[in-house]
C-alpha cells in the first residue's frame, strides 16, 4: 500500500529478492508503476537487528491507526522461523522503508484465520515513514509480494485483512484486482477480507499472453 496497508494478522526464512520479471519469466511491460522514480526494491529478511527499525516504524501515526494496538513482540518474532511464515523488509537502494509479512493462513500457529483451507497466503504490509508514503512503495512490495507467493504452483489465492475503516486500503486492494469477500473480525478488530485468486492475478499481469 503506498501506506500502511493492512498490518493486522499477527505473526521464514528468506533470500534477497528483487523479483524483476512476472513468475512466468516473461518482463512485464505493462504501466505497473515502479518504486519513486525507477529505483530498484529488494525484499530481504528481517532479522533482529530490524528490531529498532520495526519499533520505530510501529510509533509512527498512520502504521498504528492502520494495525491497530497489536504489538508483534518483534523481539521475540524476529528470533522465529517457521516454515509458514516469511517476515521481509523492503529496501530501496539501500535505505529500508517498509515491512511485508506472507503467512501459510492454514498452517499459521495462532490460527488467526480459523478454518481456512491449504494452499491460501495471506499478506500484511506497510510502509514506513510518513515521507515515504504515496511514492508507489506500496504498489512495488505488492507486486513483489503478489508474484513471490504466486511463484509456488500450489498457492491458489492471496487473502487480505484491513481495517474495516482503513478505505485507502480497501482501495488499494481494490486496484490490484482483489476482490471483497467478507466483513469479518478478528478478535477485537473490524476488518474486511479481500482475495486475489490465481486465474484473477494472471489475467491482471502480461502473463504468457503478453503482447505488449
Given at each position: 500500500?503506498?501506506?500502511?496497508?493492512?498490518?493486522?494478522?499477527?505473526?521464514?526464512?528468506?533470500?534477497?529478492?528483487?523479483?524483476?520479471?512476472?513468475?512466468?519469466?516473461?518482463?512485464?511491460?505493462?504501466?505497473?508503476?515502479?518504486?519513486?522514480?525507477?529505483?530498484?526494491?529488494?525484499l530481504r529478511m528481517a532479522t533482529p537487528a530490524d528490531v529498532a527499525l520495526l519499533r520505530h516504524?510501529?510509533?509512527?501515526?498512520?502504521?498504528?491507526?492502520?494495525?491497530?494496538?497489536?504489538?508483534?513482540?518483534?523481539?521475540?518474532?524476529?528470533?522465529?522461523?517457521?516454515?509458514?511464515?516469511?517476515?521481509?523488509?523492503?529496501?530501496?537502494?539501500?535505505?529500508?522503508?517498509?515491512?511485508?509479512?506472507?503467512?501459510?493462513?492454514?498452517?499459521?500457529?495462532?490460527?488467526?484465520?480459523?478454518?481456512?483451507?491449504?494452499?491460501?497466503?495471506?499478506?500484511?504490509?506497510?510502509?514506513?515513514?510518513?515521507?515515504?508514503?504515496?511514492?508507489?512503495?506500496?504498489?512495488?512490495?505488492?507486486?513483489?509480494?503478489?508474484?513471490?507467493c504466486f511463484a509456488d504452483p500450489a498457492v491458489t489465492a492471496v487473502l487480505v485483512d484491513p481495517?474495516?475503516?482503513?478505505?485507502?486500503?480497501?482501495?488499494?486492494?481494490?486496484?490490484?484486482?482483489?476482490?471483497?469477500?467478507?466483513?469479518?473480525?478478528?478478535?477485537?478488530?473490524?476488518?474486511?477480507?479481500?482475495?486475489?485468486?490465481?486465474?484473477?492475478?494472471?489475467?491482471?499481469?502480461?502473463?504468457?499472453?503478453?503482447s505488449c
Amino acid at each position: 500500500m503506498s501506506l500502511p496497508l493492512n498490518g493486522r494478522q499477527h505473526a521464514a526464512n528468506s533470500t534477497e529478492s528483487e523479483v524483476p520479471l512476472e513468475p512466468n519469466g516473461l518482463e512485464c511491460r505493462h504501466s505497473c508503476p515502479p518504486a519513486a522514480h525507477g529505483a530498484v526494491m529488494i525484499l530481504r529478511m528481517a532479522t533482529p537487528a530490524d528490531v529498532a527499525l520495526l519499533r520505530h516504524w510501529d510509533r509512527q501515526p498512520h502504521i498504528s491507526a492502520a494495525k491497530g494496538d497489536d504489538d508483534w513482540a518483534w523481539e521475540v518474532e524476529l528470533n522465529k522461523s517457521p516454515g509458514w511464515m516469511e517476515q521481509l523488509i523492503a529496501d530501496v537502494e539501500g535505505r529500508s522503508i517498509g515491512f511485508l509479512q506472507i503467512i501459510d493462513p492454514a498452517r499459521e500457529d495462532s490460527h488467526y484465520w480459523g478454518d481456512v483451507p491449504p494452499d491460501l497466503r495471506a499478506i500484511d504490509l506497510w510502509i514506513g515513514e510518513p515521507a515515504d508514503v504515496g511514492k508507489g512503495y506500496g504498489t512495488e512490495m505488492m507486486r513483489l509480494a503478489l508474484a513471490r507467493c504466486f511463484a509456488d504452483p500450489a498457492v491458489t489465492a492471496v487473502l487480505v485483512d484491513p481495517l474495516a475503516g482503513n478505505t485507502r486500503a480497501h482501495r488499494f486492494y481494490k486496484r490490484l484486482g482483489f476482490r471483497f469477500v467478507e466483513h469479518r473480525r478478528f478478535g477485537r478488530d473490524d476488518c474486511f477480507v479481500y482475495r486475489l485468486n490465481r486465474a484473477e492475478y494472471i489475467s491482471l499481469t502480461c502473463g504468457n499472453r503478453c503482447s505488449c
